[in-house]
């Protein structure tokens, strides 16, 4: 088991935004000076193989620390990024940032890692997206293998055909794709066929509340996953019984405060040089 580093490092302050709803105009105008004034961060939250009991990637996990308000949650201030059109210049910062990152720990002789980076609905109907990717990498020199997409699954209901060609294109440039928060969504199993994806991330929501009928659900997302040769991964694993239940199903991966809490660079780097090089799904 990972050490539990940085659990408190950082604290989010859910709920602290509708007390100051009344000054709804200062926080916007906040959101959109965060990005020059350097209050955005990358937290890495490592990626556990079942099988293996090694770390195999890392989610990168945006966070914004207000100067009056501290660390504020993405889930926060993710949907007025959204709703400004700011997502998609900070969302272009994430990208760079998540693969200069992940280079510089290469550079420094770490195992190469995945890293995962979440992208929003807006940044993959962004024209200028697959620009934006081919300028990050070529800037970070990063090889686009060690680069996953994360997207939700809400992505499917609009213009299906130009995401799938999108999605071809990340793929066709040797990026992974992986579809968030899986279950949730408005799950059309359609689409994952159709779409290029390499891994499915099951919601958070089934693995911790444990009835029966969840039980059932994770199963057969696995078994399906599986079917269609796809990696699996269980998202907010808190618990070893979870994590018992996940292994008896034969799911890939884990992510979850059980096996180590989202973790600032320098500690995700110290905690990464202890595995083992790439072992990755492929
Ligand atoms: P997500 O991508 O599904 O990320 C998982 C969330 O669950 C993260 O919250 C993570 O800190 C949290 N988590 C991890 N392990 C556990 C656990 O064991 N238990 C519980 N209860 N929670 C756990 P976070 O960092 O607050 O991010 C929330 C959401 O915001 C993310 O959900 C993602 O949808 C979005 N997000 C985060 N960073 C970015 C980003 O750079 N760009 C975009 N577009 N969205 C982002
Ligand atoms: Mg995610
Ligand atoms: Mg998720
Ligand atoms: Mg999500």
Redesign the pocket.
């Known amino acids: 088991r990972v050490k539990e580093e940085g659990k408190n490092n950082y604290k989010?302050y859910h709920g602290m935004l509708n007390k100051f709803s009344g000054q709804q105009l200062t926080f916007e105008n906040e959101l959109r000076h965060a990005l020059d004034r350097n209050e955005f961060s990358l937290v890495y939250?490592p990626q556990w193989s079942v099988h293996e009991n090694e770390v195999v990637g890392v989610?990168?996990?945006?966070r914004w620390k207000h100067p009056k308000l501290g660390y504020i949650?993405?889930?926060d201030f993710?949907p007025l990024a959204e709703k400004l059109g700011l997502?998609i210049s900070i969302?272009e910062w994430?990208l760079h940032e998540a693969c200069r990152q992940n280079k510089e720990w290469q550079d420094a002789g770490l195992p190469p890692f995945r890293c995962s980076?979440?992208?929003?609905i807006a940044q993959l109907l962004h024209t200028q997206f697959t620009q934006t990717l081919t300028r990050v990498l070529k800037k970070t020199k990063l090889d686009p293998c060690y680069l996953e997409l994360?997207i939700t699954e809400s992505i499917a209901i609009v213009k299906e055909d130009y995401i799938l060609k999108i999605l071809n294109n990340i793929k066709q440039m040797g990026m992974y794709i992986a579809i968030?928060?899986f279950g949730t969504g408005y799950s059309s199993l359609k689409y994952i066929t159709q779409f290029p994806i390499n891994r499915i991330k099951i919601d958070?929501s089934f693995i911790h509340d444990h009835t029966t009928v969840n039980q059932a659900i994770i199963k057969a997302i696995i078994t399906m996953a599986h079917s269609m040769n796809l990696n699996v991964l269980a998202?907010?694993?808190?618990t070893k019984e979870q994590l018992e239940f996940l292994a008896s199903q034969g799911c890939n991966e884990i992510?979850?405060?059980?096996i180590c809490h989202?973790l600032p660079h320098d500690q995700a780097g110290k905690l990464l040089q202890n595995f083992s090089p790439f072992t990755h799904y492929m």
Do not use: K, T
Not at 59 to 62: I, M, N, S, T, V
Not at 117 to 120: E, F, I, K, Q, T
Not at 255 to 258: A, L, N, S
């Open positions: 989010i939250q989610e990168a996990l945006l949650s993405p889930a993710i997502i969302g994430v980076v979440n992208v929003s994360e968030d928060d958070q998202e907010g694993v808190e992510q979850g405060y059980y989202p």
